[in-house]
């Protein structure tokens, strides 16, 4: 069993010390695709915010490989550190990546919703920024701070060309406002009816057995 293969398996199994060292010694290896699937374990129970597992994703922010940075910001989501926040506006104004860099506003919003002044950066932000997928991820980021509009905004995007930015959609909105569900769900149902490509399909249902309560 390889590197790679052992972490998949780590998926299905209670993580002991042994695996915590395997996870970290991965974090450093040389194959980014290594990188990346290491990092996903820090949301863990057994990592998540120690002062170690919080050094090291911000570390990481800087790894060379793209995948890996957008794998590090998404993670970076489930921290609720000053630190973090800071450090993943810095990647919001400075990351090239365009993917990358819509995840790290997207974690951003969530670290941010904890600090309701933030959203004066978003704000001067989104003024500058061009990219549909970053413009999507600054829409969700005005959902967390229940901004008026923002999920028409959000819902907006269902209709863009790239199906990946309208399985982002979906996915983004699991776990909406229990309020704003009946609409969400409406929505959904429309573009469903519509969709052509089997991801955004496959998405709108997991969306539907998730919330069960509500028929396709």
Known sequence: ?????????????????????????????????IRCQAVSFLLYPEFKNTEKDIRLLLSMCDDPDALVRTEVYDVLSGFHDQRILIRLQQA???????????????????SASYFPESI??????????????????CAYARYQFHDTGSLEKILSFLNSKDY???????????????????VICQAFRNCYASEKTRAVRSTIEKFFRFHNQYVL
């Open 120 to 137: 004066r950066f978003l704000q001067d932000y989104e003024k500058k920024e061009t990219s549909e997928s970053c413009l999507f991820a």
């Open 92 to 110: 919001v104004l400075t990351e090239s990546d365009e993917l990358a860099r819509s995840y790290a506003v997207m974690s951003w919003a969530d």
């Open 164 to 182: 990946r930015i309208r399985c982002s959609v979906v996915n983004s909105l699991r776990y909406a406002d229990e309020n704003d569900l009946p």
């Open 1 to 33: 069993m390889n590197k790679f293969e052992k972490l998949i398996s780590l998926e299905e199994k209670q993580i002991s010390p042994e695996d915590m060292q395997f996870i970290y010694h991965c974090l450093t290896d040389e194959d980014a695709l």
